[in-house]
T-cell receptor
Framework: EDQVTQSPEALRLQEGESSSLNCSYT??????LFWYRQDPGKGPEFLFT???AGEEKEKERLKATLTKKESFLHITAPKPEDSATYLC??????????FGTGTRLTIIP | DAGVTQSPTHLIKTRGQQVTLRCSPK?????VSWYQQALGQGPQFIFQ???????QRGNFPDRFSGHQFPNYSSELNVNALLLGDSALYLC?????????????FGPGTRLTVT
């Protein structure tokens, strides 16, 4: 069964303190790896798609990278408005996205 | 450019009742997927509609059914509601001809079953 696992479950950082979130996945058949941001009570907001190992994408203070068995979401000098749950999802060649349980990120001013 | 819209925003139902949730896809998209998200969990795939037909289904009982209309909008119906059906229901749209199914989500419908 296709699986996506995220760690840590929760992360508290001081404003400006950089860190990384991890997403590991079932290796066989990954067609695309997706990162979303979700604020409480709202729908996930699309951030990045990564297709192949070695690929990197950036958006403001966020950078997503992909290796053959995991993906990282690096957050550089975060601000309080970056506080949210970050979801990772994989597409394994079928029509659906398989999500992890998310990392709840809190940035303390 | 209109994003994915869902209605209603919130809904409270009683056990055993039936509910219908609605979704309009992002402009230019032709595929709609539905997900259920319990509190503290990631979204779980229910099913996907393309060309007015169910293309794939996740591990959900037949009480969950759907429909896609010629204008690509979609409905999710849940019969014989259980307390465990309380969740945030998310609709996501995508364009089938694009590779790897980038899906864009709506704001969700919060369903509470009492």
């Amino acid at each position: 069964e296709d699986q996506v696992t995220q760690s840590p479950e929760a992360l508290r950082l001081q404003e400006g303190e950089s860190s990384s979130l991890n997403c590991s996945y079932t290796v066989s058949g990954l067609r695309g790896l997706f990162w979303y941001r979700q604020d409480p009570g709202k729908g996930p907001e699309f951030l990045f798609t990564l297709y192949s190992a070695g690929e990197e994408k950036e958006k403001e203070r966020l950078k997503a990278t992909l290796t053959k068995k995991e993906s990282f979401l690096h957050i550089t000098a975060p601000k309080p408005e970056d506080s949210a749950t970050y979801l990772c999802a994989g597409n394994f060649g079928n029509e659906k996205l398989t999500f992890g349980t998310g990392t709840r990120l809190t940035i303390i001013p | 450019d209109a994003g994915v819209t869902q209605s209603p925003t919130h809904l409270i139902k009683t056990r055993g009742q039936q509910v219908t949730l609605r979704c309009s896809p992002k402009s230019g998209h032709d595929t709609v997927s539905w997900y259920q998200q319990a509190l503290g969990q990631g979204p779980q795939f229910i099913f996907q509609y393309y060309e007015e037909e169910e293309r794939q289904r996740g591990n959900f009982p037949d009480r969950f059914s759907g429909h896609q209309f010629p204008n690509y909008s979609s409905e999710l119906n849940v019969n014989a509601l259980l307390l465990g059906d309380s969740a945030l229901y998310l609709c996501a749209s995508s364009l089938t001809l694009e590779p790897f199914y980038e899906q864009y989500f709506g704001p969700g419908t919060r369903l509470t079953v009492t």
